[in-house]
């Protein structure tokens, strides 16, 4: 099977832009998470969605939005881009249902913000 | 409410010598509890996982971990440290929420690997 794909894998935007950041889940998973990882802050939990629904979501201000299509396939959306934006964005995928215990993470998207 | 802790941000080790590197959760409900590892510029790969049953979970690359209930640790392990080895390690809780299982992760630990 083939794993998560992210794409890009490096971005570099200006202050006050917006980013489009894209996951394509294994094969079968119905879940997409995303997180943001940086190094003052670690791993933090953006969102989860399940069947094209936000299932859960971290703390995270309104900027940072995300959707999911009939394939499970998933985008994430930061408008107005900060400085404090600039991370590495993970997108990871499971089965989505009781006993789906595990994660199952992509390359990630390098968003550098200038 | 679910944390974890990983003590030491940096373990350093010399090639062939034991790896220890020590995590310890706190979550209300039974735990579901995972090691990741990440190397540079790439995302996360799991390494093993605790569910239910055997305490010593055994996993890829010659790691294991043993969750200790009375501890609340679930510390990773592997006997001989290869250089391929160095990279960042993840520890991460769980539990079940309606299908979901989303994983609070610690800070992570950094294991440099001398030759």
């Known amino acids: 099977k083939a794993g998560v794909t992210q794409t890009p894998r490096y971005l570099i935007k200006t202050r006050g832009q917006q980013v489009t950041l894209s996951c394509s889940p294994i094969s079968g998973h119905r879940s997409v998470s995303w997180y943001q990882q940086t190094p003052g802050q670690g791993l933090q939990f953006l969102f989860e969605y399940f069947s094209e629904t936000q299932r859960n979501k971290g703390n995270f201000p309104g900027r940072f939005s995300g959707r999911q299509f009939s394939n499970s396939r998933s985008e994430m959306n930061v408008s107005t881009l900060e400085l404090g934006d600039s991370a590495l964005y993970l997108c990871a995928s499971s089965g989505g249902g009781f006993g789906s215990y595990e994660q199952y993470f992509g390359p990630g998207t390098r968003l550098t913000v200038t | 409410a679910q944390s974890v802790t990983q003590l030491g941000s940096h373990v350093s080790v010399s090639e062939g010598a034991l790896v220890l590197l020590r995590c310890n959760y706190s979550?209300?409900?039974?735990?579901?509890l995972f090691w990741y590892v990440q190397y540079p510029n790439q995302g996360l790969q799991l390494l093993l996982k605790?569910?239910?049953?055997?305490?010593l979970v055994k996993g890829i690359n010659g790691f294991e971990a043993e969750f200790k209930k009375s501890e609340t640790s679930f510390h990773l392990t592997k006997p001989s440290a290869h250089m391929s080895d160095a990279a960042e390690y993840f520890c991460?809780?769980?539990?079940?929420?309606?299908?979901?299982?989303?994983?609070?992760f610690g800070r992570g630990t950094s294991l440099i690997v001398h030759p």
């Open positions: 605790y569910t239910t049953g055997a305490t």
């Open positions: 991460a809780v769980s539990h079940a929420s309606g299908g979901s299982y989303i994983p609070t």
């Open positions: 979550s209300s409900v039974p735990p579901y």
